[in-house]
T-cell receptor, first 113, second 115 residues
């Protein structure tokens, strides 16, 4: 069966420090991968999505970046965190071209101090 | 660009009653998918129901059903016989079919179920 792993669950980082959040999917090939951010009590803002290795679409220009070095690995990064980067980050995957829903990781709560 | 709008930030319903959550979307595509997700306090995203745009028949999953109006670009969720466990954030989502595979969510509706 397919599973998605997202870590860490909680992260506290100082302003100006780098960030690396990792998401991996097991049990499927060539998934679509997504990164979302959810501010407290708010909706899911699509940050990046990828339909294949090295293919990244950015939805919101900001100091975050994403990479997909392997088929089932999706990484969210920042060189220098801002206070406004605090939030709940969710990784998700779906099967491309088929009518299936997206499956979500457990999320990472990032607090920038 | 595709956008999803949920005009009701909060809704409340009495236990055992029926409630309808609204969702509208904007797209120029003809083929796409629509979803409703539930996010309880645990913050785990749970699929409630899904609909293919080419299907005119409204999807139903037990107590959950949708009213899909393609021409009006409307996709509302009806919860019948509401239960305390239905209390959560509900998100409407749009996914492109083929090509971009972009998945966009609305801002959510917080549903409270009163005993």
């Amino acid at each position: 069966s397919q599973t998605i792993h997202q870590w860490p669950a909680t992260l506290v980082q100082p302003v100006g420090s780098p960030l690396s959040l990792e998401c991996t999917v097991e049990g499927t090939s060539n998934p679509n991968l997504y990164w979302y951010r959810q501010a407290a009590g708010r909706g899911l803002q699509l940050l990046f999505y990828s339909v294949g290795i090295g293919q990244i679409s950015s939805e919101v220009p900001q100091n975050l970046s994403a990479s997909r070095p392997q088929d089932r690995q999706f990484i969210l990064s920042s060189k220098k965190l801002l206070l406004s980067d605090s939030g709940f980050y969710l990784c998700a995957w779906s099967v491309g071209g088929l009518f299936t829903e997206a499956f979500f990781g457990q999320g990472t709560r990032l607090t920038v101090v | 660009a595709q956008t999803v709008t949920q005009s009701q930030p909060e809704m409340s319903v009495q236990e055992a009653e029926t409630v309808t959550l609204s969702c509208t979307y904007d797209t120029s595509e003809s083929d796409y998918y629509l979803f409703w997700y539930k996010q309880p306090p645990s913050r785990q995203m749970i699929l409630v129901i899904r609909q293919e745009a080419y299907k005119q028949q409204n999807a139903t999953e037990n107590r959950f059903s949708v009213n899909f109006q393609k021409a009006a670009k409307s996709f509302s969720l009806k919860i019948s016989d509401s239960q305390l466990g239905d209390a959560a954030m509900y998100f409407c989502a749009y996914r492109s079919q083929g090509g971009s595979e972009k998945l966009v969510f609305g801002k959510g509706t917080k549903l409270t179920v009163n005993p």
